[in-house]
């Protein structure tokens, strides 16, 4: 199932497949947030936003607006 | 023998232990101090090697990659793109984290790319059984082509290797990592075009950065731009960080093992409690509380050993040398001025000691992730929590903070207010007034004086927030830029690292406010000594007449007449219990001795009053009075806030100034107590009186009193316009706000 990162559920995990945004920001890529990696939302901030997300070995936090550029493919458990 | 120094550059990620391995290698044989024209920080180490070697350390800033986003990460990339520049390194060290190994590699490739030798340092080894991750050192060393090491700086291991491996730099093979025209062929063969003898890796980072400093000058660059477009450009650098992970992948694929299972299900657990939406608010809230109470009860100990010294030291020198005019500039000028900075180490040290044990911890990013939605309806980010708990310190390093905001709207919003928190520099005009004008006692454990001063924080706090919402409402900024954040591993904090921070986080405060403090007591001292009014001149004939006609005034009546009495009573006594064997006549005697003792010092007293009063600074703060009488002030408290803008701690050191000139008995008074006595010249009611106290402590509050934070605001923001706008607004709120408090509570 295609979603994107805003919409994963604690623990919940899927594979980047692409970034529809031209202005992704280039540190994100660089710190591991990459298409075919696995993103997987670890802990979501009270009052909802913003999300903490674990790809490619980074912990990272990133605001819901930013987390709804990131397109997945939805990992089935 | 003639030594030789070899150059070294200190890279790598924010979180990486980077800094560990610098203290390590360099103990307390640091040097700290900007870049010319700028204001990042810049630190220089040094370490001895075998045979008469030094390795010059320098620090650099740490950085995710060699594509900027800030002026901190952009000082690397300019260091290492200069050549002939002055920093530029003979060997490159960058520092990687064992857990996020691949993402720490990206850097690492960048900065072997541009030919420097580069040795790779894994850090944190001790954290690797515990997350089940297995290394080949030997078999990654050959995958990227250089020396890897690895370390612990907490188990003090690898450390002797990083500094071998310094001294056999030679041995370290320059061949690039990876091909940068594999990018776009086409495109590189174009630049190669233009620039046939520059290396195409720099080319390209030339022409995708803003950097300041480049062998290239700025038609040749308008050339390069006209090849491409800025959209094709960030498709490249978007396809270079793709390739450089397939590389780093492929290298780590046989050498770097992790067990997924065994991953960080400990830091989940912690970011759960203290990302909680209810815990994790109460424990924050509980950290800032503990951090006040202590500063506040347990830096009173040493402040008292010291202010008991200064006392002495300035009694002591006025006795031993020979009076005149050189001992009471020392005296009076010179060590009455420091002591009052002095006195503020232990709670500068204290502040220090927890925001560096914040920090080295982890949790600092938990608070930033905690914090970012509540503070984004008034214009602000999660992160610029941090520069406004920093701005408890001093802020000018706050200011300088706030460069990790993305955003140039919240970033300027969060400037702008950072002066409003209360930093280090109000605290000894808080603590002097609280303690004079709060009574003592307590309720419920919570004593009222530690209860003013954490409502002096929280109303500064509360005010810059306040002004954000209105910069964020009036403000019409358009800016597009994203949060991003790292949450690292939570780590104990190492105490060398948090002793060398307090150490030259205090050392810098110290020095740096320091100066300003001893230039203005001594000019204050000059000019609170002389005068040239006929009044001054006369001021001995003047009081001996004033004194003839209507006797003492009625504060040194009280002064003569309680003393005479105490001193009667306890001579009595001693009598009375047969301690002295003296008649009524040598009692009535000594009380004569005694009396004409008090006179002496009412009179020494009242003459220095009358001195000062017809000084230079009497002059200037007469005519300031009109301003400052609507507050509660009179013209000294007057003088000491006009010198408190050049910078705020310079208001304690100026009354100290000014009322040591005003007490010439033998007595040695603190300043505290001094302050206490100082009554109202017509009315005899005390001058730091509840109202007037409130009044001085919100002007304190709001104010903008410090020069040096409006220089760096004017670096920051590269115009006049902010800093002369901070400068009119919050003194003139100040003034309004100390106005109303007075004439309420008065």
Redesign the interface.
Known sequence: MVTTAANLRKGQKGIITEFPN???????????C??GNTVEL??V??????I?INV????????RS?AETIVLELIED | MATKEIKVALLGNPNTGKTSVFNALTGLNQKVGNYPGITVEKKIGFCKLGNGTTAKILDLPGTYSLNTTSLDESIAVEILLNKKGEYFPDVAIVVAEVENLKRNLLLFSQIKDLGIPTVLVINMADRMQKNGISLDVESLSKELGTKVILSSVRNNSGISEIKQSIEDIDAISTDSFLDITEVSPEYFERLKKLFPQEDPYKLWLVTTQDVNFTEIDKNQQAQVNDITTTVDLRRYQHKETVLRYKKINASLKKAYLKDPTKATSLKAKIDSVLTHKVWGYLIFFAILFLIFQVIYDWSNYPMDLIDGFFASASNWVSKTLPSGMFTNLIAEGILAGIGGIVIFIPQIAFLFLFISILEESGYMSRVVFLMDKLMRPFGLSGKSVVPLMSGTACAIPAIMASRTIENWKERLITILVIPFTTCSARLPVYLIIISIVIPEGSFMFISYQAFTLMALYILGFGVSILSAWILHKILKIKTKSFFVMEMPGYKMPQAKNVGITVLEKTKSFVFGAGKIILAISVILWFLGSYGLSEDFKNAEKNVDEKIASNGFSDFNKTFISSNIQNYELSLRDSVRTKVYHINNQDIQDSLAIKRNDLIAVAKEDELAGYKLEHSFMGQMGKAFEPLVKPLGYDWKIGIAVLASFAAREVFVGTLATIYSVGSGGEEEETIKERLAAEVHPSTQKPVFNFASGISILLFYAFAMQCMSTLAIVKRETNTWKWPMLQLAIMTGFAYLVALIAYQFLK
């Open positions: 031209e202005g992704f920001p280039l540190k994100l890529m660089e710190m591991g990459l298409p670890v802990q901030a009270p009052f909802n936003d913003p903490y490619g070995d980074s912990h990272i936090a990133i605001r930013l």
